[in-house]
């Protein structure tokens, strides 16, 4: 059964930096295309961007609220999915989700169970 | 304010159909696929419908989903009480170069 499993959330001072990490299984997690998600307490879901497979040229695409501040990247060997935020600002609060992505479709199909990320001094 | 508007609320009896709207525009929903996703508190989002129609293997047919323009459709029909969650849609916008959701819609069961 396909499972994603995120970690490293918690409480960050805004300015401060984080590390989340996406472990994958029952996928093939090389040829897979990914993408990160957040919802802020009691708001609506957005995209932060996502990473297309080696196969595929492994580029990135973000967000505009985090471009230049986020950054998403994989470790094929390790089934791992990562998504770097620096310069976290409050309004980053927000549950983080990775996905596996129907890279035709572009749609979610697989989601994590989310990790929480507090941004407040 | 998202790109993709979303009734907030959407209600009706048990055994009744439910229509969730979103609506768009000629750089997203026009020309790009929607998907649909069903969310119930204090948990992930789940894929309910992909490719404007279609559904994933082990989504009930009671859940269907149509486009027409700039314009897409969840429809619910025989409306059970487990069918109370918040339902999003998404597509890919041209312009943004960025996948975006409707605001989200509140499906209640009277």
């Known amino acids: 059964e396909a499972q994603l499993v995120e970690s490293g959330g918690g409480l960050v001072k805004p300015g401060g930096s984080l590390r989340l990490s996406c472990a994958a299984s029952?996928?093939?997690?090389?040829?897979?295309?990914m993408s990160w998600v957040r919802q802020a307490p009691g708001k609506g879901l957005e995209w932060i961007g996502r990473?297309?497979?080696?196969?595929?040229?492994?580029?990135?695409d973000h967000a505009a609220p985090v471009k230049g501040r986020f950054t998403i990247s994989r470790d094929d060997s390790k089934n791992t999915l990562y998504l770097q935020m620096n310069s976290l600002k409050t309004e980053d609060t927000a549950v983080y989700y990775c996905?596996?992505?129907?890279?035709?479709?572009?749609?979610?199909?697989?989601w994590g169970q989310g990790t929480m990320v507090t941004v407040s001094s | 304010q998202s790109v993709l508007t979303q009734a907030p609320s959407v209600s009706a009896a048990p055994g009744q159909k439910v229509t969730i709207s979103c609506s768009g525009s000629?750089?997203?929903?026009?020309?790009?696929?929607v998907s649909w996703y069903q969310q119930f508190p204090g948990t992930a989002p789940k894929l309910l419908i992909y490719?404007?129609?279609e559904r994933p293997s082990g989504i009930p047919d009671r859940f269907s989903g149509s486009k027409s323009g700039t314009s897409a459709t969840l429809d619910i029909t025989g409306l059970q009480t487990g069918d109370e969650a918040d339902y999003y849609c998404?597509?890919?916008?041209?312009?943004?170069?960025?996948?975006?959701f409707g605001g989200g819609t509140k499906v209640t069961v009277l």
């Open positions: 996905t596996t992505v129907l890279r035709m479709y572009d749609a979610f199909d697989i």
């Open positions: 029952g996928v093939i997690f090389s040829n897979a295309w």
């Open positions: 990473i297309k497979s080696k196969s595929n040229g492994g580029t990135t």
């Open positions: 000629s750089s997203n929903i026009g020309n790009n696929y």
């Open positions: 490719d404007n129609t």
């Open positions: 998404g597509t890919w916008d041209t312009s943004l170069s960025a996948k975006i």
